[in-house]
């Protein structure tokens, strides 16, 4: 399980990050689409790591929202 950011774009497009996986981001159409897509990011991501025998980042943010 991994946590995710998503927010909307400056292009009218949906960017998700994962933060516990440095420079894992995925984009989409809307919020489900970019969701959609942030998932099979991170299982390539964690695929690529366990291919080249390196360890997989523990998922270790914890979140807040700020209102201001």
């Known amino acids: 399980m991994r ?3 998503v927010h909307p774009g400056e292009d009218g ?3 998700a990050e994962c933060p516990s996986l440095p420079g894992c ?3 989409g159409k809307d919020r ?3 969701l959609e897509n942030i998932k099979e990011a991170i299982e ?4 690529a790591l366990e291919e080249d ?3 997989v980042p523990e998922d270790h943010f914890d979140t807040m929202l700020v209102a201001l």
């Open 53 to 55: 025998g390196l360890s």
């Open 32 to 34: 489900g689409n970019a």
């Open 13 to 15: 497009c949906w960017i």
């Open 25 to 27: 981001i995925s984009q």
């Open 3 to 5: 946590q995710i950011v």
């Open 44 to 47: 390539g991501y964690i695929a």
